[in-house]
């Protein structure tokens, strides 16, 4: 039996989906209008989530085309990548 698309609770479903780091990595990018790294972006949030988690879901909306990488720093061994919103017409949604 299938369910009407009326019927059916998307919203209680795409808040399943969609995951509060994501949400949260996406708000502050706006906010900050600037290119973030995972260290700073877990700094903002008081580091409560962990630069790997963050950096992990970074990643993933790079993967997805809701960030681009913006560019890399080398620092202590490690390699910082800086991640920053696509301006509208690379997601095709030019105005």
């Known amino acids: 039996m299938s369910i009407p ?4 609770p998307w919203d209680h479903c795409v808040a399943l989906f969609v995951h509060p780091i994501k949400v949260a990595i996406l708000e502050s990018m706006a906010w900050l209008e600037m290119p973030l790294s ?3 972006v ?4 008081d580091r409560r989530f962990g630069v790997s ?3 992990y ?3 993933v909306l790079s993967d997805m085309g809701l960030v681009q990488e913006s560019g890399q720093r ?3 061994g490690a390699v910082q990548t800086f991640y920053r919103l ?3 017409a690379d997601l095709g ?3």
């Open 57 to 59: 879901h970074m990643k």
């Open 5 to 8: 698309n009326d019927s059916y």
């Open 74 to 76: 080398h620092v202590r």
């Open 86 to 88: 696509p301006v509208a």
């Open 53 to 55: 988690l963050v950096s």
């Open 93 to 95: 949604q030019a105005n």
């Open 38 to 40: 995972a260290k700073t």
């Open 42 to 45: 877990d700094e903002i949030f």
